[in-house]
């Protein structure tokens, strides 16, 4: 009779879903309370209940063992930490580069018709890779990631998005009448749409019919075939404030689109938009059918295989556009080109902003015969530190440094700028993402150059990256690493170091010794009180 208990406990133990085994438990159906093992096998599609909660700790690793999806109705709180991720993923990958099945990636969360009763969810410091929104229920091939429709409760902050895909829109993320924060993210290698079967919009992110906050996001090398490498915003405007869109590609609109959308209520501003790229139109961005106003953006570097290498407009729409800089923008086979307007009766109106070439050189019917507002713009070299990300920033001396208007009351920018200084110096702007520093410390611009700071090694990198600097002479120096919004990461070097070349490591770690979340951050070298940036990227 002993014997026979014994046995039918072992039996309950493997079979039964949610039992502990060790480190690990196997899931399915309803779930609900806290997930504190180190690894959650998904064995078979699970939900939420509306009046249950599940908390997900910090650490744990999510791994769906087949084409299943997170059914959110109730209330999920997913916090991670710095250095300790949620981690979503898929246990076999075989088959996930064939978008036409749903082989080789898990199905999405699906956060749907929430009521007002349930308590908000959230992510935050989570890792998602390989979700697969690709169904025979087409409401299910949107939002590889996570798919939200009709809720605002959501919070995603401080995750990585790596490697997501959907077949119609939002290769990770998919928002629809949803009033979501979306903020500190970081976007890379998201793919939206189906060949040229479905022209996809957004390549990382997409919003619909909502005001979600879009804000201190990185979007790096994500694609559709439709409209938007990173981010897509339709039908109604949301705030875009302090994003950077590097390397993003798409038919229209490489890096940012945004389009039909009949009256925009919120600004488009302090965005960093370089290297995209696009087939068709629009590299940099791409504005269909809709008028915002963007302010504060730096948009180079951008490059379109047919035509508008920077900004593009189409559908008679007139965007307001104020301390812009649209430099360095290409088409074709690299001739210049900064702004396109497709139809004459799309004509946006400029002001203070530094566009190569200026009007003169608009392409597209309507710039050929360009009848909008051009007030007080220039268009001289901007005068960037470097064309390093980390050094869009502005020189002390540059064209384009308190160049804008004086009245700035009915702006509202954010208060930061993107590297998360001081928007407002003395009462006034700079043109461009980043406000010129020197009027709070030392004048760059006076100071010899008397160090070198080389490219970091490997980059990107996931285990350590070696900094290398040379000096003319024994100087004091400092390095410390920082992320995209300006704040502290590390200490790695503050002391007298004698003149030549040196070498420093860094971990990827952060100052308390844990692993830094993936994503773009900046090493710091300052040397005779001159500061030199390199661009580290962590995946």
Same mark, same amino acid.
């Given at each position: 009779?002993?014997?026979?208990?014994?046995?039918?406990?072992?039996?309950?133990?493997?079979?039964?879903?949610?039992?502990?085994?060790?480190?690990?438990?196997?899931?399915?159906?309803?779930?609900?309370?806290?997930?504190?093992?180190?690894?959650?096998?998904?064995?078979?599609?699970?939900?939420?209940?509306?009046?249950?909660?599940?908390?997900?700790?910090?650490?744990?690793?999510?791994?769906?063992?087949?084409?299943?999806?997170?059914?959110?109705?109730?209330?999920?709180?997913?916090?991670?930490?710095?250095?300790?991720?949620?981690?979503?993923?898929?246990?076999?990958?075989?088959?996930?580069?064939?978008?036409?099945?749903?082989?080789?990636?898990?199905?999405?969360?699906?956060?749907?018709?929430?009521?007002?009763?349930?308590?908000?969810?959230?992510?935050?410091?989570?890792?998602? /890779?390989?979700?697969?929104?690709?169904?025979?229920?087409?409401?299910?091939?949107?939002?590889?990631?996570?798919? /939200?429709?009709?809720?605002?409760?959501?919070?995603?902050?401080?995750?990585?998005?790596?490697?997501?895909?959907?077949?119609?829109?939002?290769?990770?993320?998919?928002?629809?009448?949803?009033?979501?924060?979306?903020?500190?993210?970081?976007?890379?290698?998201?793919?939206?749409?189906?060949?040229?079967?479905?022209?996809?919009?957004?390549?990382?992110?997409?919003?619909?019919?909502?005001?979600?906050?879009?804000?201190?996001?990185?979007?790096?090398?994500?694609?559709?075939?439709?409209?938007?490498?990173?981010?897509?915003?339709?039908?109604?405007?949301?705030?875009?404030?302090?994003? /950077?869109?590097?390397?993003?590609?798409?038919?229209?609109?490489?890096?940012?689109?945004?389009?039909?959308?009949?009256?925009?209520?919120?600004?488009?501003?302090?965005?960093?938009?370089?290297?995209?790229?696009?087939?068709?139109?629009?590299?940099?961005?791409?504005?269909?059918?809709?008028?915002?106003?963007?302010?504060?953006?730096?948009?180079?570097?951008?490059?379109?295989?047919?035509?508008?290498?920077?900004?593009?407009?189409?559908?008679?729409?007139?965007?307001?556009?104020?301390?812009?800089?649209?430099?360095?923008?290409?088409?074709?086979?690299?001739?210049?080109?900064?702004?396109?307007?497709?139809?004459?009766?799309?004509?946006?109106?400029?002001?203070?902003?530094?566009?190569?070439?200026?009007?003169?050189?608009?392409?597209?019917?309507?710039?050929?015969?360009?009848?909008?507002?051009?007030?007080?713009?220039?268009?001289?070299?901007?005068?960037?530190?470097?064309?390093?990300?980390?050094?869009?920033?502005?020189?002390?001396?540059?064209?384009?440094?308190?160049?804008?208007?004086?009245?700035?009351?009915?702006?509202?920018?954010?208060?930061?700028?993107?590297?998360?200084?001081?928007?407002?110096?003395?009462?006034?702007?700079?043109?461009?993402?980043?406000?010129?520093?020197?009027?709070?410390?030392?004048?760059?611009?006076?100071?010899?150059?008397?160090?070198?700071?080389?490219?970091?090694?490997?980059?990107?990198?996931?285990?350590?990256?070696?900094?290398?600097?040379?000096?003319?002479?024994?100087?004091?120096?400092?390095?410390?690493?920082?992320?995209?919004?300006?704040?502290?990461?590390?200490?790695?070097?503050?002391?007298?170091?004698?003149?030549?070349?040196?070498?420093?490591?860094?971990?990827?770690?952060?100052?308390?010794?844990?692993?830094?979340?993936?994503?773009?951050?900046?090493?710091?070298?300052?040397?005779?009180?001159?500061?030199?940036?390199?661009?580290?990227?962590?995946?």
């Amino acid at each position: 009779m002993k014997n026979i208990i014994i046995r039918l406990i072992v039996i309950v133990l493997v079979l039964l879903p949610g039992i502990s085994q060790g480190s690990s438990i196997s899931v399915s159906g309803l779930v609900s309370g806290t997930w504190d093992v180190d690894t959650i096998n998904v064995m078979g599609n699970i939900e939420i209940r509306e009046a249950e909660t599940l908390v997900i700790n910090a650490g744990v690793l999510v791994l769906f063992q087949g084409q299943y999806h997170l059914n959110v109705n109730g209330c999920l709180k997913a916090n991670g930490a710095s250095g300790l991720l949620i981690h979503f993923t898929m246990a076999d990958t075989t088959g996930f580069n064939n978008d036409t099945i749903p082989d080789g990636g898990w199905k999405s969360i699906r956060i749907e018709n929430l009521p007002p009763t349930v308590d908000s969810t959230i992510f935050n410091y989570c890792h998602f /890779t390989f979700g697969k929104a690709v169904d025979v229920d087409s409401t299910h091939s949107y939002g590889g990631a996570i798919c /939200t429709r009709n809720t605002n409760k959501i919070r995603i902050s401080n995750c990585t998005f790596q490697n997501n895909y959907s077949y119609f829109n939002g290769g990770a993320i998919f928002l629809e009448q949803s009033n979501a924060r979306i903020e500190h993210n970081y976007f890379t290698d998201n793919n939206a749409g189906n060949g040229w079967n479905y022209y996809g919009y957004g390549g990382a992110v997409c919003t619909d019919w909502g005001e979600p906050l879009i804000q201190n996001n990185t979007f790096y090398q994500n694609s559709s075939t439709g409209i938007a490498g990173g981010l897509c915003v339709r039908f109604t405007d949301c705030p875009v404030y302090n994003n /950077t869109f590097d390397n993003n590609f798409s038919a229209l609109g490489g890096g940012f689109g945004i389009l039909h959308i009949d009256t925009c209520h919120h600004i488009i501003a302090n965005n960093l938009i370089i290297n995209n790229g696009a087939t068709f139109f629009g590299a940099g961005i791409s504005n269909n059918d809709c008028s915002p106003t963007y302010i504060n953006n730096t948009i180079c570097n951008n490059h379109c295989y047919g035509a508008a290498g920077g900004f593009y407009c189409k559908d008679s729409v007139a965007p307001n556009l104020y301390n812009n800089i649209i430099f360095g923008n290409t088409q074709y086979g690299g001739e210049t080109n900064q702004v396109r307007l497709m139809d004459l009766l799309s004509q946006p109106n400029f002001y203070y902003n530094d566009i190569e070439g200026g009007k003169e050189n608009f392409g597209g019917e309507g710039g050929i015969a360009f009848s909008g507002d051009y007030e007080n713009n220039i268009k001289t070299n901007p005068e960037f530190e470097s064309n390093d990300i980390s050094d869009f920033a502005l020189k002390y001396d540059s064209p384009c440094v308190d160049a804008v208007t004086p009245d700035i009351s009915g702006f509202e920018l954010p208060q930061f700028d993107l590297a998360g200084n001081p928007r407002v110096i003395n009462e006034k702007i700079d043109i461009g993402a980043f406000e010129n520093q020197s009027l709070l410390g030392i004048d760059r611009g006076t100071m010899p150059e008397n160090a070198v700071f080389y490219p970091p090694s490997p980059n990107p990198s996931s285990d350590f990256v070696q900094l290398s600097f040379s000096m003319k002479e024994n100087s004091e120096v400092n390095i410390t690493l920082i992320d995209l919004k300006g704040k502290f990461v590390k200490s790695l070097v503050n002391q007298i170091i004698p003149a030549g070349t040196h070498q420093v490591s860094w971990d990827i770690s952060n100052n308390n010794g844990n692993r830094v979340v993936p994503g773009v951050y900046f090493a710091k070298l300052k040397v005779c009180n001159v500061i030199y940036h390199q661009k580290i990227v962590v995946n």
